[in-house]
């Protein structure tokens, strides 16, 4: 399982960041169309675990096998 992000929600919070375990985020220097930073997962370091999509107040993650 891995994350896939939706950047055009991402509002550049940064909580996933912050709580992933894997250390699996970060945040690009490319805007998204509302004009905020957006991030990206690195799939080879994601394991799917799910705490972005938990954490996130904007819906950016969906978990995919």
Not at 1 to 17: H, S, V
Not at 29 to 42: C, P
Request: overall charge positive; aromatic content about 6%; glycine content about 8%.
């Amino acid at each position: 399982m891995k994350a896939i992000t939706d950047k055009q929600r991402c509002k550049e919070c940064g909580i996933c960041i912050h709580y992933c375990p894997k250390k699996a985020i970060h945040m690009t220097e490319e805007l998204n169309n509302r004009g905020y930073k957006h991030i990206e997962v690195e799939t080879e370091k994601c394991i799917g675990c799910g705490i972005c999509y938990t954490v996130c107040p904007d819906g950016v993650f969906t978990i995919k096998e």
